[in-house]
């Protein structure tokens, strides 16, 4: 969600890549599903591991794993920025599909407001 929110929000700004330390190997349908609810556009997502990065550079690296659930954050090599937003990861979610579509709109309007607020 957040490569599509950087993408449309930042246009112009910012060209976003979303990787994961272990990719589930599919985009959560909820997640494109909770972009179009809110007017963005989801464009082709993939599930990709940050490995396919290696050797490539950034100007800013933003980590949304949820240290508090003992997740694995990247740590890459090189000058750049670095921004941490622990996020709640929506797709580990159980319960109601409305339970699962509320934990994808809370992480979704999350990411948006950071991205507003300290990107844009």
Same mark, same amino acid.
């Given at each position: 969600?957040?490569?599509?929110?950087?993408?449309?929000?930042?246009?112009?700004?910012?060209?976003?890549?979303?990787?994961?330390?272990?990719?589930?190997?599919?985009?959560?349908?909820?997640?494109?599903?909770?972009? !179009? /609810? *809110?007017?963005?556009? =989801?464009?082709?997502?993939?599930?990709?591991?940050? %490995? $396919?990065?290696?050797?490539?550079? #950034? &100007?800013?690296?933003?980590?949304?794993?949820?240290?508090?659930?003992?997740?694995?954050?990247?740590?890459?090599?090189?000058?750049?920025? !670095? /921004? *941490?937003?622990?996020? =709640?990861?929506?797709?580990?979610?159980?319960?109601? %599909? $409305?339970?699962?579509?509320?934990? #994808? &709109?809370?992480?979704?309007?999350?990411?948006?407001?950071?991205?507003?607020?300290?990107?844009?």
């Amino acid at each position: 969600m957040a490569e599509s929110l950087i993408n449309q929000l930042g246009k112009n700004q910012y060209v976003a890549v979303s990787a994961g330390s272990f990719p589930a190997g599919y985009v959560h349908k909820e997640s494109v599903e909770a972009l !179009k /609810r *809110h007017g963005i556009d =989801p464009g082709e997502p993939r599930s990709k591991s940050w %490995d $396919e990065f290696t050797g490539d550079t #950034f &100007d800013l690296v933003i980590t949304v794993c949820d240290q508090a659930a003992n997740e694995s954050c990247p740590a890459f090599l090189g000058n750049y920025q !670095k /921004r *941490h937003w622990s996020t =709640p990861d929506p797709a580990k979610v159980e319960g109601s %599909d $409305e339970e699962v579509r509320r934990a #994808f &709109d809370d992480a979704l309007k999350l990411l948006k407001s950071r991205i507003e607020e300290e990107l844009l």
